[in-house]
């Protein structure tokens, strides 16, 4: 009986995997909101929706510098109000950035170092916070998240 060799990804492979996932989710929610509600915030003390998609997008590109070997600007915190101020600056520029750390984290994909490998987890930890809070911004508004659909 012959037998199949099985390919077993790598941890890298599937952090990568991860972060497909958690930017994409996050990005699609993102596409959900119509673009009169991305100054919306359940209150003053909070991010508004596109305050929170500037702000991982600024991290995305973090991680992006960060998986290439590039020094990472981690001086700021969110991109730039007045360069992405429209829903379609700022969902671009949140895929641009997320493909962007992608590239990056595919030179690695044969194994990570510990401090990628951690950077990475802690990104897709944030990411998928925010996506969280985002969901329930989209529920105050009366959107189902796309995950939610059945």
């Known amino acids: 009986?012959?037998?199949?060799?099985?390919?077993?990804?790598?941890?890298?492979?599937?952090?990568?995997?991860?972060?497909?996932?958690?930017?994409?989710?996050?990005?699609?929610?993102?596409?959900?909101?119509p673009e009169n509600k991305f100054d919306y915030a359940p209150s003053k003390a909070v991010r508004t929706v596109s305050d929170v998609l500037r702000h991982v997008a600024f991290w995305n590109?973090?991680?992006?510098?960060?998986?290439?070997?590039?020094?990472?600007?981690?001086?700021?915190?969110?991109?730039?109000?007045?360069?992405f101020s429209t829903k379609k600056q700022i969902v671009d520029a949140l895929k641009r950035s997320s493909s962007a750390a992608l590239k990056g984290l595919n030179q690695h994909r044969s194994g990570f170092t510990p401090e990628i490998a951690e950077m990475l987890v802690t990104f897709i930890e944030h990411t998928c916070e925010h996506y969280g809070q985002l969901v329930v911004y989209a529920?105050?508004?009366?959107?189902?998240?796309?995950?939610s659909r059945g």
């Open 1 to 33: 009986m012959a037998t199949k060799a099985i390919q077993q990804s790598t941890v890298s492979e599937r952090l990568i995997t991860r972060w497909e996932q958690s930017t994409e989710k996050l990005a699609t929610l993102a596409e959900e909101f």
């Open 139 to 147: 529920r105050l508004n009366g959107i189902v998240p796309p995950s």
């Open 61 to 83: 590109f973090y991680v992006a510098d960060r998986a290439s070997e590039k020094k990472a600007d981690d001086t700021g915190n969110e991109l730039s109000k007045d360069q």
